[in-house]
Every structure is written in C-alpha cells, then in structure tokens.
C-alpha cells in the first residue's frame, strides 16, 4: 500500500529551530516534496529531493534517506509567519502522480 | 505562486444541484489537476489532464465530471453530490510530467453539500 506519516501538530518557539519528519512507504519513489499551507490558501512549493542528503534553500532546509523512506523539513530562525500546515507528498508512479501525507500544523508562539 | 486561479472561493449547493468548479492556469504549463482536501485527511488526487487529456481517473464516483478545454482551463461539473463530498477543491498545475516537474496550486474551492 502507499502509507505517508507526520506528526499531526507542533509547537514551537519564535527564534527557534524546528523539525518536521515524514516517513514514506510507496510502491514506487521519485522524488519527495514538502509543501507549506496556510489556512485557507493554496499549498505553496517549499523543497523536492530525489537524491539522498540536505537542500538548502535559506531558512528551510529538506533532507532524504531513500533507504530509511525517511525525511525531515528543518526551519530555522522560527518567524509568526511559519505557523502553517506542513505537507510532505512523495512521487509515485506515472503521469506525475503526487502522494500527500496528512499534514502537520505547526504553532509559532512568541 | 499566483498563476492558478479558482472560482469559485466558496461554494453552498444542495445534493439536487449543479454547479461547476473553474480553474485556470496562467503559466503555460501542460498538465493540470483536480485534489480533495477533507478536514485532517491527506490530499486525494482525483484527475489529471495532460495536453488536454485524461490521464489518471483516481476511482472517483461518477457525480464528478472534469473537463479540460484546453491547457489553460480544467473545469469540475457537480452533480447529485452528498453531504460527505463537502470539502476544500485544488486545483494544480505543472509544466509536464517529468520527475522533478513541480505542480502549483489555486487557492482552492471550498464546497458546502446541504
């Protein structure tokens, strides 16, 4: 079957370092993407990785383990801005075939 | 991203009803695509157009007609739908189907069935 689990919610502080895992099981892997989502808009392009390790794109940082089915999104510098749903989606199959985990909300408290 | 947008934002209709869910994309991308977001449920892909074709209908019930005109519009027809096809309605977009193609989304349609 194809499975893909986060954490459900998550709090963290203003400044802070926060990480987000998501582990995957699908029948076929191309890619793995994370995606943030405010209430009540669309889900916006964060990171994709294929390859195994870290991609860094400022304060948002996305790391794969391909043999583990593994990966984290890591925000640093937390801003009020970040709290937002969370969505990790993994690439299976043909005709661009997107997966979605259920999402983890994420809290941002002064 | 703001090259995809849907109409409209909020939606009532009762299960004899049909409306029509539009979404268009303005970044020259070739293969769109219709999602279900239920409250605390994953994202359920249901259709994807590619150069104006189906390619993938993901066993959705038949009170659910997409239409793809042309690259730029996907259209969603709504028929006799039930209390529990109440959801939030995305639209997406990407340039292809290659590994690595991105898909952009609307801001969505948020569906109420009484």
């Known amino acids: 079957g194809q499975n893909i689990d986060q954490p459900t919610e998550m709090t963290a502080t203003e400044g802070a370092i926060v990480q987000i895992n998501c582990t995957y099981q699908t029948s076929g892997f191309n890619g793995l993407f994370w995606y943030q989502q405010h209430a009540g808009e669309a889900p916006t392009f964060l990171s994709y990785n294929v390859l195994d390790g870290l991609e860094e794109k400022g304060r948002f940082s996305s790391f794969l383990s391909r043999s583990k089915g593994y990966s984290y999104l890591l925000l640093k510098e937390l801003q009020m801005k970040d709290s937002a749903s969370y969505l990790c989606a993994v690439k299976s199959g043909g005709y661009n075939k997107l997966i979605f985990g259920a999402g983890t909300r994420l809290a941002v408290h002064p | 991203e703001t090259g995809v947008t849907q109409t409209p934002r909020h939606l009532v209709m009762g299960m004899t009803n049909k409306k029509s869910l539009k979404c268009e994309q303005h970044l020259g991308h070739n293969a769109m695509y219709w999602y279900k977001q239920s409250a605390k449920k994953p994202l359920e892909l249901m259709f994807v157009?590619?150069?104006?074709?189906?390619?993938e209908n993901n066993s959705v019930p038949s009170r659910f007609s997409p239409e793809c005109p042309n690259s730029s519009h996907l259209f969603l027809h709504l028929h006799t739908l039930q209390p529990e096809d109440s959801a939030l309605y995305l639209c997406?977009?990407?340039?292809?189907?290659?590994?690595?193609?991105?898909?952009?989304f609307g801001p969505g349609t948020r569906l109420l069935v009484l």
């Open positions: 997406a977009s990407s340039s292809g189907q290659g590994a690595d193609e991105t898909q952009y």
């Open positions: 157009y590619s150069l104006e074709e189906r390619v």
